[in-house]
Nanobody, 117 residues
Framework: QVQLVESGGGLVQPGGSLRLSCAAS????????MGWYRQAPGKQRELVAA???????SYADSVKGRFTITRDNAANTVYLQMNRLKPEDTAVYYC???????????WGQGIQVTVSS
């Protein structure tokens, strides 16, 4: 069973920055995609950013130019650098990875990000 440990959330003022981290207990050789999702109260979970094994990245339109996803394969870790945060970025953020063999997905426990003055 793959374990994902998220860290870096918290309370930040509008315009501030946070960096989320997600460390996987799986070897990078077997990790396919890594990504971040979020779920705000009363809303559906949505994709924020994703990184494929080949290095392609994608972002939700609402975070383009403000958020950056990176992965450290040596540390089996994916990061989400969040800059110029807005109150509407407030949500629980979840890390998700997919593995190659077997082909499965795993989710982190979620971490709260609150943007408020």
């Amino acid at each position: 069973q793959v374990q994902l440990v998220e860290s870096g959330g918290g309370l930040v003022q509008p315009g501030g920055s946070l960096r989320l981290s997600c460390a996987a207990s799986e070897t990078s050789f077997n990790i396919n995609a890594m990504g971040w999702y979020r779920q705000a109260p009363g809303k559906q979970r949505e994709l924020v950013a994703a990184s494929t094994r080949s290095g392609s990245v994608s972002y939700a339109d609402s975070v383009k130019g403000r958020f950056t996803i990176t992965r450290d394969n040596a540390a089996n870790t994916v990061y989400l650098q969040m800059n110029r945060l807005k109150p509407e970025d407030t949500a629980v953020y979840y890390c998700r990875i997919t593995t190659l063999l077997p082909s499965k997905e795993y989710w982190g426990q979620g971490i709260q990000v609150t943007v408020s003055s």
